[in-house]
């Protein structure tokens, strides 16, 4: 047993109980009896300044670092990235992680029970938005009595959700990091999210969201999986990782199995992943990306929606990342200038993709620890003036 | 109805009938009673130069240009292509248009009767190659009495089997022009056609191949085609054509059916292809594009895959291209040219992405209709001399 090991333990934070205290949704609806599952690491200093906020990708949950016991062999999602003396360093720092609502790790989601029918919602559970996310997220820092974030970091799905808390609590957020992330879903990749989800709606054991826990809709949520697996890699990694390479001999088989070692790679993931995610919220959370749009926030105008951000911002974003795009970081960098925000933008060169996000750790660590530094630095020195 | 409509008749070659003349495979098996579907259009020259051999891409036919009756209104899918003054000028040509084995456009594939048992193959049907379509095709040409083809040409899937054809059978290939193609799928290619053909093997109505014809597994097919149909078009054709643009209202649904245009087009794509598209075709000929590598006929040089062949090529590809890129397209051109041969190469401006060599065909057709003429010229020269 590996005595060393950062051991954390996951709280859960119930919140909208009370029927006036209901979390009201974009769509239009409120949820009651809300779950959210956190984590936190580090202590809270006394002038309640060195708090960040980490938020997840599509499939990430609360647990971003350390490990569950002493017997845990699986750490958090971006160990490498955060943990005492890590890049976002847990002995300075007060790091919460915060799991999203329509999820499947903890939080309330499509499969959470209905209070007002006592059985799970299903599709019943409404249709949520990046800022709903965000709304649940804000109690918990409210809850927390932090009345300001040193920073709300993310990558993907993560950075929208840092770029929107700027938005939709500026008062409450001293910085972001905003990584490999978007403003906006382009067609491309909506297009992807819909051919996911239709593959899961498709699937004879979808039952329209109402599946048996036993026999969920596993052939449809692997197809969704797979396919976005692909649009984390890049090209070149694919051919780097895999090649043309075969999977068991020196030719082909002549049949209808794999192949191919990238194909025997996408299975594997496909099968992985239906262990571990719930098909109903890849329903949800994908609808939830794709919804999201900063600029119909600004009537269309990006630059209008962060009118009222007071952040100071990092933007980050991956040569190869064909996801959310190079170009797609510098929409918003040309947003935030325009509202004259402080903002470091910076395209990592980098082989591995939207993933290169939670790989190529040497340069994002750095480039996030000094950022963060920084920003801890310069608000305290405000504070003394 | 229109008296100036081209009308063509579609064509049956039954061939491989007696036992000692079935038709061999890569995988090692035979076919028996092949019947080959195919179309002709103008005349061929009394010097037997003037053939061209047109081949299609995954889900195209015979049928390249014209119409099958004067009330017919759905042209052939090259239409603005081939025909009488076309930039393939059926004025001056005599080009035969041949669909491949495997499909489901009336040659036989894995829906047709085997003979040895009087039932459809389904997925008894031998996993064929590029190379075993193309030997199909050749017993074609020997039968129309063709010594030399003045061009094979091909885009995508049909780009790959002309380059087959130049390698196969080099002294039957005056020249050949290689649109949109490439000597060998990517993994990331392979990738998207292994998702493609999961979503057909687990839709419930596969049942392993042996699916009914009133009940095929249309979602599994029209999850395929979508995806596929993502990687035809370009990020940026996407955001021109769709943007963010919602289907109904200028408001979100907040339910799981189609909220994007993008959506509403992939859907309509999807279930349009059902209707005229097989499962176990579409399984067929994915498998052979993914198995078709000319490098591996070198023993890994593309170089000295090409060493028997004796050619002049022509090797397009558009900018925006990402299945079939326009990299794939240099390294054959480099592969030709490290064995002498003669080569034009162009890369064509566009935005369309892989469908591009079925759209821009103003500036394709130029290039085409030249490298044509001065063929059939300087052949024509050489016999002179």
């Known amino acids: 047993m590996n005595t060393s090991k950062q051991i954390v333990t996951p709280k859960e934070f119930l919140f909208a109980v009370e029927e006036d205290d209901k979390l009201p949704l974009d769509c239009g609806r409120t949820l009651r009896n809300v779950t959210l599952k956190y984590e936190t690491y580090g202590q809270l200093d006394k002038d309640k300044r060195n708090a960040i906020l980490i938020l997840h990708a599509l499939s990430g949950d609360a647990h971003v670092c350390g490990y569950h016991s002493p017997s845990d062999d699986k750490p958090g999602w971006w160990n490498e990235m955060v943990g005492p003396g890590k890049p976002i360093d847990t002995n300075k720092y007060f790091v919460i992680c915060s799991n999203v609502i329509g999820g499947c790790s903890g939080s309330t989601g499509p499969r959470s029970i209905n209070p007002e029918t006592g059985k799970p919602y299903n599709l019943d559970f409404p249709v949520l938005t990046i800022a709903d996310m965000v709304r649940a997220q804000q109690r918990l820092i409210e809850y927390l009595e932090i009345p300001e974030l040193l920073a709300v970091v993310g990558g993907s799905m993560g950075g929208m959700q840092a770029l929107q808390w700027s938005i939709s609590y500026p008062e409450m957020v001293h910085s972001v990091a905003a990584i490999a992330t978007t403003a906006q879903l382009s067609p491309q990749s909506i297009a992807f999210d819909w051919i996911g989800r239709s593959a899961i709606q498709y699937d004879h054991e979808f039952v329209n969201g109402n599946y048996d826990d036993e026999f969920p809709p596993e052939h449809g949520l692997s197809i969704a999986r797979m396919l976005a697996h692909v649009t984390y890699l890049s090209d070149e990694s694919m051919a780097k990782k895999f090649g043309r390479g075969l999977q068991n001999s020196n030719s082909y088989t002549y049949k209808f199995d794999r192949d191919f070692a990238v194909e025997s790679y ?40 962060f009118a009222g951000a007071r952040a100071n911002y990092l933007v980050v974003s991956f040569t190869s990342d064909w996801l959310f795009t190079t170009k797609q970081s510098e929409e918003i960098v040309r947003a935030l200038l325009n509202n004259s925000l402080e903002v470091s933008f910076c395209e990592i060169e980098s082989s591995y993709g939207h993933d290169a996000f939670l790989l190529e750790i040497e340069t994002l660590g750095r480039i996030v620890s000094d950022f963060l530094r920084n920003q801890l630095m310069e608000w305290r020195k405000d504070e003394c003036k």
């Not at 959370?285 to 999201?292: C, G, H």
């Open 266 to 305: 996408l299975r594997y993931q496909g099968q992985r992943f239906v262990e571990r995610f719930d098909a109903n919220s890849y329903l949800y959370i994908t609808k939830a990306m794709d919804y999201f749009d900063l600029s119909a926030l600004g009537n269309g105008s990006l630059t209008q929606a």
